[in-house]
């Protein structure tokens, strides 16, 4: 025994570290992409339009057919020039690394650094390095002038203070770095499957906060200058009225191979309007163009119209693999890195983000749920139907949360709920005793099925004893069978015998009795006791005309057979009985015993001497009178009873009216 149960010990043990498993699997394979794909549909369905305020300028394929690329700097002034002085562009974000001196103009340089230097709606963007990154990019140090180039300041208000510094950036011109008014990280954080889902609001260089593109493009556009960091919010200085941006500090690698610790916010996603953007877009080389149109006094290729008061992101994205800037993202698997610094600042504008819950309760929610199935039914079917209903529960909960703007796992919970069903089956087959089953079988063919069950969810409690109980005592009889047993051979007598039972029991078993003995020829059976019900009373009822039909078409086939014709008798009466284990402590029997059990059977011992088939008692008449048709046989004196009692004669089940 006590092996046994250690045994079930270690198989529990494994079930639970089994699911554990299945669960961070789950949610490291299947909950990103589900949310990709429910995000992707979610979109599609709701399609909100994106912020107009927002437009984008890409060196796309006719950009690069028409002007091979790299360009010059000055059409990127032309540029500028045109989205910003004609077309009153209000901010202006330049996405390209200017990372060398351009040693074939060295005029174009200069002309460019003249403009950026009185540019002041430009922002120009930069990158960060760890001291792990090594090849031809050289990390630069630039703490002396760094922060002057920064047109937002970031105030640390954060308790937890974690730091995560960046050690290096990538090395820019010395004129370059002298003339650009604005400097803001163009870093976006990648999941482990290199997919990009969030954004990276600030990063950290030199144990000092620096704003992204979009945070610095959406302080520009606002007029404000001044953020705080707290631990779970980057919030504008207001008490986070204006923004109040939602944080999660997490391991990302940036788009440069970066590995690092960053606080990162989910992004709120819009519709694409094809595989890159979301945003309305641009040709570099139309805008180029409509410069050149408008100084020579002509009608431009591109409204300067489309410029006013907007947010302009300039960058290169064409289809030659070193010319792509494209990344997966749940809409694509090839989204414009333009765009998603778009979709952040459209977040930004609109206060509107996804968060990660930090009160999570999915943890929580699958371990309850979990156990409620391993300590559910044990019937697998119902318990399958069980987790289906506890997983709808979960897809309510999970939709819920998605609305409030909050990702909870979505997939991870249910695989492992079915997981649960499905070990659940498997540890009752590992330690279902073989041998006990197949006595339990064998058992079965002696004793009621019903009885059978009882024993076996009881086996603690078998002993002698029983209970007092109001049930139905059901007594049926063949007349005359002693006389037709002693005309036939002890063979024929047996399949006769057969044929009968197999024909009345399934009969007893639909209408919830049990079948308590067998009495040579006769049978008794019992309804109420032990598959409880209410109306065994008149489920007796149902079974006898059922069975007195079903003996009719037997008598009917055993003429044919030229087998001796069978008529019955059955005798019904209800009472409260002792029902329970009788003998001894050694061998003992399930069965009911009393004066009502002996009343039922002689009721049925006078269908002979009245000549019918079927009465019950006066007891069981008041159960079921308004359900049948009878007649009344009154004041019969019964053996055992003191004074004489109402029988009837059964008919039919009335006809409803």
Not at 121 to 127: E, R, T
């Amino acid at each position: 025994m006590k092996k046994s149960k250690f045994s079930k010990f270690i198989i529990v043990l494994i079930i639970i570290t089994i699911l554990m498993l299945l669960y961070a699997i789950a949610g490291n394979v299947f909950d990103r992409r589900v949310n990709d794909a429910f995000i992707k549909i979610l979109t599609s369905v709701i399609n909100k339009p994106v912020n107009n305020d927002i437009v984008l300028v890409v060196i796309d394929d006719k950009s690069v057919n028409r002007i091979s690329w790299p360009w010059n700097r000055q059409n990127f002034v032309q540029i500028f020039d045109y989205v910003e002085n004609t077309g009153g562009a209000k901010v202006t974000i330049f996405k390209n690394l200017v990372l060398f001196p351009d040693t074939y103009n060295p005029n174009y340089d200069k002309k460019f650094y003249e403009y950026i230097s009185k540019d002041k709606k430009l922002i120009n963007s930069y990158v960060l390095l760890n001291s792990n990154i090594s090849g031809d990019i050289i990390p630069a140090d630039y703490s002396g002038i760094f922060d002057s180039k920064s047109n937002v300041k970031i105030t640390d208000k954060r308790n937890d203070k974690v730091y995560f510094s960046y050690n290096g950036i990538v090395r820019l011109p010395k004129d370059f770095l002298q003339n650009v008014n604005i400097l803001a990280s163009s870093a976006l954080p990648f999941d482990k499957d290199d997919y990009v889902r969030t954004y990276m609001p600030v990063v950290m260089y030199n144990d000092n906060f620096y704003p992204s593109l979009a945070l610095s493009a959406y302080a520009k556009y606002k007029n404000i200058s001044e953020f705080e960091i707290r631990d779970k919010f980057l919030c504008s200085t207001d008490n986070c009225k204006t923004l109040k941006m939602p944080l999660e500090f997490k391991q990302i690698k940036d788009n440069i191979g970066n590995r690092i610790y960053a606080y990162i916010t989910h992004l709120n996603w819009f519709k694409l309007k094809n595989k890159n953007y979301a945003h309305k877009t641009f040709s570099a080389v139309d805008i180029i163009d409509s410069f050149e149109a408008v100084r020579n006094n002509q009608i431009p290729v591109i409204s300067p119209d489309n410029f006013k008061d907007k947010i302009v992101i300039i960058g290169l994205n064409a289809q030659e693999e070193k010319w792509k800037q494209v990344y997966n993202t749940p809409l694509s698997d090839s989204h414009a890195d333009l765009d998603i610094h778009a979709l952040m600042i459209d977040n930004m504008l609109s206060n509107s983000f996804k968060t990660v819950d930090d009160k999570d309760y999915t943890p929580v929610i699958t371990i309850i749920f979990c156990f409620l199935i391993l300590r559910g039914f044990k019937v697998f079917r119902v318990n399958l139907i069980f987790t289906t209903v506890l997983s709808i529960l979960y897809i309510i909960y999970y939709l819920f949360e998605y609305m409030l703007g909050i990702y909870v796992a979505p997939v991870s919970p249910i695989v492992t709920m079915y997981a649960a069903t499905f070990l659940k089956l498997l540890y009752s087959v590992l330690t279902t005793d073989k041998t006990a089953e197949m006595i339990k079988h064998a058992m079965g063919k002696y004793i009621s099925k019903d009885v059978m069950n009882k024993v076996v969810s009881n086996l603690d409690k078998l002993k002698l004893g029983g209970t007092r109980t109001i049930v139905t005592i059901f007594f049926v009889d063949i007349r005359n069978f002693t006389k037709i047993s002693e005309e036939l051979p002890p063979q024929e007598v047996t399949s006769i015998l057969n044929e009968y039972f197999s024909t009345i029991e399934p009969i007893i078993a639909k209408y919830h009795g049990i079948v308590n003995k067998y009495i040579g020829d006769g049978l008794l059976a019992v309804f109420g006791e032990p598959v409880k019900t209410d109306e065994h009373a008149l489920n007796a009822v149902l079974c006898g005309i059922e069975i007195i039909d079903k003996i009719s078409l037997l008598r009917e086939k055993f003429i044919k057979e030229n087998k001796p014709v069978i008529n019955i008798g059955i005798g019904v009466n209800t009472g409260e009985v002792f029902a329970g284990n009788i003998g001894t402590e050694e061998r003992f029997e399930y069965t009911v015993i009393g004066d009502n059990v002996n009343l039922a059977s002689r009721i049925e011992s006078y269908n002979q001497i009245l000549k019918t088939q079927f009465l019950i008692s006066e007891y069981t008449y008041e159960y079921v009178k308004d359900r049948i048709d009878v007649v009344k046989l009154s004041g019969v004196n019964i053996k055992g009873k003191s004074k004489p009692i109402d029988i009837y004669e059964v008919l039919r089940l009335k006809i409803k009216r």
